[in-house]
């Protein structure tokens, strides 16, 4: 298969500029339709999400952030579970360490099962958590680590910083699934399980 434009691009500049004239089609009027795209997979490029949410492409931190921003437009996650950068014509893949957007920014309305919890992405997406975003918790590493994540849009995720963690975790309640008492937290309808109650005194220590 024959290098695609997206490869032979050598800065981040240059790449988004290709990215941004594929993507022309929308005319501004909100994301690519990436999930509809079927490009040739033209292999992978040297970009990287760091678990922190930062970007690095060919081994430099991108510093700017509607750079980030149009790369994060056309980002899909498939079946595979790998991540790739789409346009109509070609399709790269990138690595992500962790999830490829940080949730920085998290606004509660409502009470009980009127909550509402909305969030705000490292690169601007703003996610009311609910059916169609769901919340789920992960306990990982050594020291048992509360991880939260947000489905933002396809299969891609945003990791909830743990500043953010800290805050959902105190909206908490416990609510009885399946005949166990569940540590969990309300939003858009939705009961979304963090840990068994009886665990909870692990989260705090």
């Given at each position: 298969m024959a290098t695609g434009e997206i490869?032979?691009?050598?800065?981040?500049?240059?790449?988004?500029a290709l990215i941004a004239r594929a993507g022309a089609e929308t005319g501004g009027r909100g994301l690519p339709?990436?999930?509809?795209?079927?490009?040739?997979?033209c292999?992978?490029?040297d970009m990287e999400i760091r678990?922190?949410?930062?970007?690095?492409?060919?081994?430099?931190?991108?510093?700017?952030?509607p750079l980030v921003r149009l790369f994060s437009t056309v980002l899909r996650k498939d079946e595979d579970g790998r991540t790739y950068l789409v346009t109509p014509v070609e399709k790269v893949g990138i690595r992500?360490?962790?999830?490829p957007?940080?949730?920085?920014?998290?606004?509660a309305s409502g009470e009980g099962e009127a909550q509402k919890l909305t969030f705000r992405t490292n690169v601007g997406d703003v996610v009311e958590a609910g059916p169609e975003h769901p919340l789920r918790f992960v306990i990982a590493g050594g020291n048992s680590e509360l991880k939260p994540y947000l489905l933002v849009r396809g299969r891609?995720?945003?990791?909830?910083?743990?500043?953010?963690?800290?805050?959902?975790?105190?909206?908490?309640?416990?609510?009885?699934?399946?005949g166990t008492d569940m540590f969990a937290v309300r939003s858009g309808g939705v009961v979304f399980p963090i840990m068994p109650a009886a665990e909870l005194d692990a989260?705090?220590?």
């Amino acid at each position: 298969m024959a290098t695609g434009e997206i490869r032979e691009s050598s800065d981040a500049a240059g790449l988004a500029a290709l990215i941004a004239r594929a993507g022309a089609e929308t005319g501004g009027r909100g994301l690519p339709p990436v999930e509809r795209w079927n490009p040739p997979f033209c292999g992978d490029i040297d970009m990287e999400i760091r678990a922190d949410g930062t970007w690095f492409y060919l081994g430099t931190p991108i510093g700017r952030a509607p750079l980030v921003r149009l790369f994060s437009t056309v980002l899909r996650k498939d079946e595979d579970g790998r991540t790739y950068l789409v346009t109509p014509v070609e399709k790269v893949g990138i690595r992500v360490v962790d999830a490829p957007f940080l949730a920085v920014e998290m606004n509660a309305s409502g009470e009980g099962e009127a909550q509402k919890l909305t969030f705000r992405t490292n690169v601007g997406d703003v996610v009311e958590a609910g059916p169609e975003h769901p919340l789920r918790f992960v306990i990982a590493g050594g020291n048992s680590e509360l991880k939260p994540y947000l489905l933002v849009r396809g299969r891609l995720e945003a990791l909830v910083s743990r500043a953010m963690m800290y805050e959902l975790v105190a909206l908490g309640e416990t609510v009885e699934i399946d005949g166990t008492d569940m540590f969990a937290v309300r939003s858009g309808g939705v009961v979304f399980p963090i840990m068994p109650a009886a665990e909870l005194d692990a989260l705090t220590r």
